[in-house]
């Protein structure tokens, strides 16, 4: 919830530093996309371009997720006071994460504006942070494809309810039915399936006692 607050405080001084974001007129005419002096005009050049880069994205984030520092993330997400116990420097390693947040929300932006064309304050306010989060848990925490999952999902199926109320609703009640009925997120859907098939298996097999 810090984050989200954050956010909102950076959406606020950008609406208010008109010299530099121009408030609430927005930013506008912010030209196509440029690779190596080629302008990317054709929405299949731009569609490639973005794909390229997420999967330059989720390869670091791989990487640091099987490496040292992202076992030490994991821990101190577990239990950070045990962590903080064995030497780790919470502080240290939790502002190191922020930081490659903010990267990598900066690298989507920066695509973002040139794509869009177009910047208003308001469209990155508290229901763009808040869904945010909510493909995090719909999809599975602790998880790497769990965002993934959850975005894809998500995007999809509130693809009719987009720009309208109903939007909100969908994301609180998908949010609501995911606390509920599966904590661990969809990622976690298929081993629990798994594990209830299993359960009927065996069930079905075990003898009845004889009366």
Known sequence: MVTVAFVEVIRL???IWVPLTHGMSGLSAIPKPNLLGMTLATKTSQYYLVLFLMLVVLSVLW????????????????????SQSLGVDIAKHKLLAFTL??????????????????????EFG???ATNILVYNFVGGRGHFSG?????IFL??????????????IFFSLAMLLTILFLPGGLITLPA????????????ARTPSPVA
Do not use: N
């Not at 965002?147 to 975005?151: C, E, L, M, R, W």
């Not at 995007?155 to 909100?168: A, Q």
């Not at 629990?192 to 069930?203: F, I, K």
């Open 13 to 15: 001084i950008a609406q």
């Open 63 to 82: 990487k640091l997720e099987s490496s040292r520092l992202g076992l030490i993330w994991k821990s101190i997400g577990m239990a950070d006071s045990l």
């Open 101 to 122: 947040g903010c990267f990598f929300a900066g690298v989507a932006g920066a695509f973002y504006a040139h794509f869009i064309r177009f910047l208003f304050p308001p």
């Open 126 to 128: 508290f229901l763009m």
């Open 147 to 151: 965002p993934i999952v959850g975005a």
């Open 155 to 168: 995007s999809l199926l509130s693809e009719p309810f987009r720009g309208s109320p109903y939007e909100t």
């Open 192 to 203: 629990r399936l798994g594990g209830l098939r299993a359960s009927w298996t065996l069930s």
